[in-house]
């Protein structure tokens, strides 16, 4: 099949390079100069675990190959994804779509025979409508089914994710559409992957609800969280205590300094504002928007708290900025406002993330970027782990303790044991249960 995916970025090239991998003949699209030149070169311009391998192995093969130039790919094309960004408009938080009918205009445009044409980015309810109207009007003689196929990946396990998905939904009511994505996704499903088809507006609303109860269950256990701090209990226990029902799951359990990235703060938005405009407000995504506001700029003030109120004048080291491990990615990480918070104390940030600080270095405020967590630690009067990358997990404690002025480990993802922080002299602030002086 010859697919051709428009938008190379963390849903595009990984869905690109998995569908190379399938055996699909995959060209990636980009307007970005600078990004198509560096993956012709070999370069991968984002980090996602064994991403580079799959495209190396693709290109290789021949299947897999990258374009500046739209035209030309799609005339030829049998299955055209759009999968360009879709932030918040700005303003008043609606999804921008303005990339969306971009591409889909240009798409119509190029395509010749009949074409799918598959919303891959997430889009509001009603988008695959109004794209089938432009295509209609303004390009009544091509023959173009137009499909929603949300995606689900998660940044750092892209590749399994896509590779092993829980569920591939499916928006279409036509019959050919319905063949040629089967077509698509056969080697997943020969894996057992199931296929879900449901109509196109029922599809765009599955990918803005399933983010929304993601986003309410880690925002349920942060509130849980704060109320254990009050209470005297410990709320990874309360966590696994729950998660072992199996109407509850133990997935997204895990308390925190708020959700953040690339998908949850705009979809969770993007959805309120749906529902409103539609008379039918989702109050609990409008509270949950609200809470996970104000949570991020609430552990600038834990962090405050735990350094006997101020921290003005005093060097803190920040460890971890991106918004999860394993990914480069600062869209709207909870580190950007945390350390906002810490410079607006007057405290010196120095921050350290394995992959993330070239990009933090175009969204933080004036903090030292360092070459370790050791490094940040001298003369430190707190650590603040922000992000659980796996390297935090086992640090030379004893070391830290020596290069820091006093012991204090705010720790924002619950990822040291109390008891052990305890034995090394610390004073270890974690999330959601009592505090161990
Ligand atoms: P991204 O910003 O990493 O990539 C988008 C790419 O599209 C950019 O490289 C941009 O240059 C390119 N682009 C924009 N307009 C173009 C055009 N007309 N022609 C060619 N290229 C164009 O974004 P992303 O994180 O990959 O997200 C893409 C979509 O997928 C969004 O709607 C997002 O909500 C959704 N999504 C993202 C994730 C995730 O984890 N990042 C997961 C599921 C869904």
Not at 177 to 185: G, K, N, P
Not at 190 to 199: G, I, K, Q, S, V
Not at 236 to 251: C, E, L, N, P, Y
Request: net charge negative; charged share 25%.
């Amino acid at each position: 099949m010859r697919i051709v995916m428009i938008g190379s970025g963390y849903v595009g090239l990984v869905s690109g390079a998995c569908l190379a991998d399938f055996g699909h003949e995959v060209i990636c699209v980009d307007k970005s100069t600078e990004k198509v030149e560096a993956l012709e070169r070999g370069e991968v311009p984002i980090f996602e675990p064994g991403l580079e391998a799959i495209i190396a192995h693709n290109r290789a093969s021949g299947r897999l190959s990258f374009s500046l130039d739209l035209a030309g790919p799609v005339a030829n094309a049998d299955v055209v994804f759009i999968a360009v960004g879709t932030p918040s408009r700005r303003g008043d938080g609606h999804a921008d779509l303005t990339y969306v009918y971009a591409a889909a205009r240009e798409i119509a445009a190029a395509v010749t025979g009949f074409t799918v044409v598959v919303t891959k980015s997430t889009v509001p309810v009603g988008t695959g409508d109004e794209i089938e109207r432009i295509f209609r009007e303004e390009f009544p003689e091509k023959d173009i089914a137009v499909v929603s196929n949300p995606e689900f990946l998660r940044e750092g396990a892209a590749i399994t994710d896509f590779k092993r998905p829980d569920r591939i939904v499916i928006g279409t009511s036509e019959e050919r559409a319905t063949e040629l994505m089967r077509e698509v996704y056969r080697p997943l499903y020969l894996n057992e992957a199931p296929l879900y088809f449901c109509e196109r507006r029922t599809s765009e609303l599955i990918k803005y609800a399933a983010n929304a109860f993601l986003a309410m269950k880690i925002t349920f256990i942060n509130e849980i969280a704060d109320l254990c701090e009050h209470i005297g209990a410990d709320v990874q226990k309360v966590a696994k205590g729950i998660g072992m029902d199996k109407r509850i799951g133990d997935k997204f359990l895990h308390a925190g300094p708020g959700y953040g990235g690339s998908c949850f703060p705009k979809d969770t938005l993007a959805l309120v504002k749906t529902a409103q405009d539609y008379g039918s407000p989702m109050r609990l995504i409008e509270t949950t928007v609200a809470i996970n506001d104000t949570r991020k700029r609430a552990m600038g003030r834990k962090v405050i708290a735990a350094c006997d109120g101020t921290v003005r004048g005093k060097k803190i080291a920040v460890l971890g900025l991106t918004f999860k491990p394993n990914t480069d990615d600062m869209r709207d990480a909870p580190a950007i406002t945390i350390v906002q918070a810490l410079l607006d104390g007057g405290a010196d940030v120095h921050v350290f993330d394995p992959e993330g600080m070239e990009a933090a270095k175009a969204v933080l405020g004036p903090v030292t970027y360092g070459k370790n967590p050791y490094e940040i630690a001298i003369d430190a009067e707190a650590i603040v782990v922000v992000t659980e990358w796996d390297e935090f997990r086992a640090l030379d404690f004893r070391r830290l303790k020596q290069e820091m002025k006093a012991p204090v480990i705010v720790d924002l993802r619950n990822i040291y044991k109390p008891e052990e922080m305890e034995k090394y002299g610390f004073s270890h602030v974690p999330i959601g249960k009592r505090k161990v002086k």
